[in-house]
């Protein structure tokens, strides 16, 4: 590296002159800096000086430091694909929609809530009591301690706070793979980087001894996984939380997306890990324009996430809180809850019922999608889309593990699932082909 590049005597000027380049575009992403020494001989100053504009611009997100590799200037950060736009015409299995015939309409008791939370004032509780005890009351029969709530703006929103506080740039969180696309740009953009666990039919697989060693956190989905459906085995859990427990600051995020809509109990609720994190989006049961996510956790993390939002946006909406309250109440008190999973539930048994009946088997889960292992992923997409069928590739979702399509199930009835597993198995048998 030139010396125009880096200039000054104090770790302030060395890290501005660094900036600098990378501003100008002298420096680009992955040029690696020079060693600590080389460059502290280079500016005649002492070695600290250089490490401690090192670590101010590591703490920016401006460079990474990688054992041997040195310090690197930090990628560009990645982007959240484009939505995929289903053609006109077909029946839309790749968005991951849920039923909007299963979610709650709006009734009085709901419009209520909402009402008595607009008039809140600035001074007022930021987090609503109604939706508290709703919250309450389904962690409590989940087994899950639920001494402190925070309420967030959705899943990501509790995710990327808890990251922000307890990793740091350049660091490693472990991720199941195929993922939720969404997490894995989350990660790039806070420069973490993530590390791919495979799953299967009992959820994540336990890694190597050592894998999680490296990591500052692992991310993971307790039941009805995104894409595969799979929940963690109390018999996975047990051998998962053996690595866990030697790993006390390793901090475990449950994504449990499918929550209330779930029939699995959580393999972890009596055993959770030293440092955890269990996020509820109301989403997939209430609508996920709610955006309204409830958190619970080691009581020091929690207080350090409500602290941080404290200096952002302080609250959530305490009328988004009051719909969500009145509408969980609603739900819960008229069934609507058990009635929703069930359908769902009964839409996944009569496909994977379908597709056995044709030789084609596939592991138990719950949720709103089926993974299908595929040889050519661009085959069977385009060939379902000649049927009339819109499905996911896989490849948005995939970090290392296999080519595969989602189907969700969001908009399918049980009386559709016939036809569906038949243009299923003739979309898996039609051979891909070279176009030239």
């Known amino acids: 590296m030139s010396l125009l590049y880096a ?7 060395i890290a501005d002159s660094l900036l600098d380049a990378l501003r100008s575009g002298a420096l680009q992403p992955g040029d690696a800096l020079p060693a600590v020494r080389t460059l502290a001989q280079q500016l005649a100053v002492n070695p600290n000086t250089v490490a401690a504009a090192y670590a101010r611009l590591r703490y920016a997100g401006r460079v990474v430091t990688d054992g041997r590799r040195g310090t690197r200037v930090v990628g560009t950060p990645a982007r959240m694909a484009q939505a995929y736009a289903v053609p006109t015409g077909l029946r839309d299995l790749a968005s991951g929609n849920v039923d909007a015939s299963l979610l709650p309409q709006l009734q009085g008791g709901a419009a209520a809530w909402a009402a008595l939370a607009s008039s809140a004032s600035y001074d007022a509780p930021a987090d609503l009591p109604a939706l508290q005890s709703e919250a309450r009351q389904w962690l409590t029969a989940q087994g899950l301690p639920c001494g402190e709530i925070g309420v967030f703006s959705g899943t990501l929103d509790a995710v990327e706070r808890a990251l922000r506080v307890h990793a740091h740039p350049g660091d490693r969180v472990a991720v199941e793979d195929p993922c939720w ?8 953009s806070l420069r973490l980087k993530p590390v791919p666990l495979p799953v299967d039919g009992e959820g994540l697989c336990v890694p190597d001894a050592g894998v999680l060693q490296g990591c500052a956190a692992l991310v993971l989905t307790p039941r009805a996984h995104n894409p595969t459906g799979a929940a963690i085995s109390p018999a996975r859990w047990k051998a998962l939380r053996h690595q866990l427990q030697a790993l006390p600051r390793l901090l475990v995020v449950l994504d449990d997306h499918w929550g209330p809509l779930s029939a699995t109990p959580l393999a972890m609720a009596a055993s959770l890990p030293p440092l955890w994190l269990h996020v509820v989006s109301v989403s997939k049961f209430l609508g ?3 955006r309204v996510a409830l958190a619970t956790g080691t009581p020091a993390l929690l207080q350090a996430l409500r602290a941080q939002q404290a200096l952002g946006p302080r609250w959530v909406s305490r009328i988004l809180q009051g719909l969500a309250a009145g509408l969980w109440r609603q739900m819960r008190e008229g069934s609507a809850l058990a009635q929703a999973g069930g359908s769902y539930a009964a839409r996944r048994q009569a496909l994977v ?3 056995a009946a044709q030789q084609v088997v596939l592991a138990p889960g719950e949720g709103l999608h089926l993974w299908l292992p595929v040889a050519d992923e661009a085959a069977v997409v385009q060939s379902m889309a000649s049927r009339g069928w819109a499905v996911q590739a896989g490849t948005p ?3 290392a593990s296999a080519p595969a399509v989602r189907v969700s199930l969001g908009e399918c009835r049980p009386t559709d699932m016939p036809r ?3 243009d299923l198995v003739q979309a898996l048998r039609t051979p891909g082909r070279a176009v030239f």
């Open 288 to 290: 996920p324009d709610l």
């Open 181 to 188: 696309p969404p997490l894995v740009a989350l990660l790039h």
């Open 353 to 355: 019922q379908a597709l």
């Open 397 to 399: 979702l995939r970090l």
């Open 7 to 13: 200039h000054g005597k104090t770790a302030a000027n």
């Open 420 to 422: 569906l597993a038949a």
